[in-house]
């Protein structure tokens, strides 16, 4: 008996925990569903939702398999005796998957239960490196793995297999409860995320380089396959290969070289947290966690209300929680601005950005949060201007005054100057001010030699090695 445990690798094709999974023709598939884990650090229903879009479409085809999807509700520990009573002989399947430490704590005990008898086998994702890793190789590596050959599709069982947990069909009413209603979020499941790999590589993506840093420009240019990426329904190595076949004959080679950077960042920042997971809760460079030590209750919840009085800040909050998604550039100035001209501890506004992401990737988006706020020691702090990002991408304030119609009548200097009166809330925080005392706070501990030292270990342990690095 084999069973394959599912957590964020929800597509059937180059899939290998359920690949070996299937060899024996004669095993379960098993979905875990923890409420105490969506409702975790970073974690929420939207996610949610679209994870359950990705298990209902994967359902589809495992059907075609003699499978289904089972869900076990409840969490690894009480998984673990429940195969111990039911199948204690079976061979456990499971893509790796870095993720925050609720989950990592609870699956490195099942780990280690299991591959005490040698049940338990781990298969890589995506192009994370788990064993004999190496900073200075790692990007050789990585590109290794990305031109192995795609793994086929899954084996039929033999046979149906019935077990006392219900399928997802079954269990579906109960999860429903878990999702939010009235959101407008992207639809999961492969045939979506093939669809979208297709259009951006065949039509979306000319411009995409410039695009991308627009947030009106870029909901069309950008790939939009985040999410798709974070719940594994399409492998990062599905798109690698994709876009190097097409590459030859693309008239936009240099946008897709920019797309296929960022395909190598997105492991290149999850291993960040695979190789010191204390990230989720320290900052890269130690000396930097006694930089803001005071946090204000009231004034992160007017930030994560979009309600800080500057109005394309508080159009990209407002953005991003009708839609689940905003692009790279306003995911960084609103964190920046939460950091910098707010001065809260990260740890605290963190988890609350990443709830309103669909795409949620603790990796990726530790490491960001990490940067945007000036604590990985290894990147130049930058501090975004709201106004400047405002006038530089809705120049005429159409967009704003979309997002937030009370502005319709106001004069456009004044709205990206935050200089509203009555017309708006109050700006919380004088920009200039808080910019430069940020910047000043932020240098003084830089300039330390001891500063200096513990920056060069963090480059050795996490820095990247390639030459033309924008990285970090
Ligand atoms: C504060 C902050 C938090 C972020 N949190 C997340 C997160 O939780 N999940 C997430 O996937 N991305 C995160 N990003 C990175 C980036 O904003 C998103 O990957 C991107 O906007 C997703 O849209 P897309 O798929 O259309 O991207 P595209 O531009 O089409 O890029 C293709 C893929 O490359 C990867 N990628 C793109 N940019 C980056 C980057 N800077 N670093 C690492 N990988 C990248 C993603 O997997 C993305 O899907 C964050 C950025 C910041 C500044």
Not at 120 to 144: A, E, M, P, V
Not at 378 to 383: G, S, V, Y
Not at 447 to 455: L, P, V
Request: glycine share 4%; net charge positive.
């Amino acid at each position: 008996m084999d069973i394959v445990l599912l957590h964020r690798n929800l597509r059937i094709k180059d899939n290998e925990a359920l690949y070996y999974g299937s060899q024996n023709q004669k095993y379960l598939v098993i979905y875990l569903f923890d409420k105490d884990y969506w409702n975790s650090n970073g974690k929420s229903s939207i996610q949610f939702q679209f994870a359950y879009d990705c298990l209902v479409s994967l359902d589809n085809e495992l059907k075609e398999l003699r499978s289904n999807i089972h869900i076990f509700e409840g969490n690894l520990y009480s998984l673990q005796e429940w195969i111990i009573r039911n199948y204690p002989k079976a061979n456990i399947h499971f893509n790796h998957s870095t993720d925050i430490d609720y989950f990592r704590s609870q699956l490195n005990s099942f780990k280690q239960f299991f591959k005490a008898n040698d049940q338990f086998h781990t298969y890589s994702d995506h192009g994370i490196q788990l064993d004999n890793f190496d900073r200075d190789n790692w990007s050789k590596h990585w590109h290794k793995i990305m031109d192995q050959p795609l793994k086929l599709n899954p084996k039929a069982n033999l046979h149906w297999l019935d077990a006392d947990i219900p399928t997802l069909n079954k269990f579906d009413p109960k999860i429903k409860d878990h999702i939010p209603l009235n959101m407008q979020i992207q639809k999961g499941g492969s045939l979506e995320a093939n669809r979208l790999l297709d259009s951006f590589l065949f039509e979306r993506c000319e411009g995409y380089s410039k695009k991308m840093s627009s947030p009106i420009d870029a909901e069309n240019s950008c790939s939009r396959l985040s999410p798709h990426i974070a719940f594994g329904s399409i492998s990062v190595r599905q798109i690698y290969q994709k876009l190097t076949d097409f590459f030859p004959v693309s008239n936009h080679k240099s946008d897709l070289n920019s797309f296929r950077k960022r395909l190598y960042w997105h492991c290149h920042f999850i291993q960040k947290l695979e190789t010191e997971p204390e990230l989720e809760f320290n900052s890269m460079h130690s000396m930097c966690d006694e930089l803001r030590p005071n946090f204000d209750s009231e004034i992160v919840e007017r930030w994560i209300q979009g309600k800080t009085g500057f109005p394309f800040l508080d159009a990209c909050i407002l953005y991003l929680k009708e839609y689940g998604w905003i692009n790279f550039r306003m995911r960084a100035m609103i964190m920046s601005f939460a950091s910098y001209n707010l001065w809260q501890p990260w740890q605290k506004t963190s988890p609350l950005l990443a709830k309103l992401f669909v795409d949620y990737e603790p990796g990726i988006h530790i490491s960001q949060v990490q940067m945007q706020s000036g604590v990985t020691g290894i990147n130049l702090p930058r501090i975004y201007s709201v106004s400047k990002q405002s006038m530089d991408h809705d120049i005429n304030a159409n967009w704003i005054k979309r997002v937030i119609p009370e502005l319709q009548s106001s004069d456009n200097e004044s709205i990206h100057y935050a200089n509203l009166g009555k017309q708006y809330i109050e700006p919380i925080t004088d920009l200039r001010k808080s910019s430069k005392a940020a910047r000043e706070k932020i240098w003084s501990i830089r300039s330390d030699i001891k500063f200096k030292n513990i920056a060069k270990k963090v480059y050795l342990k996490h820095g990247s090695r390639m030459r033309r690095r924008r990285t970090a």
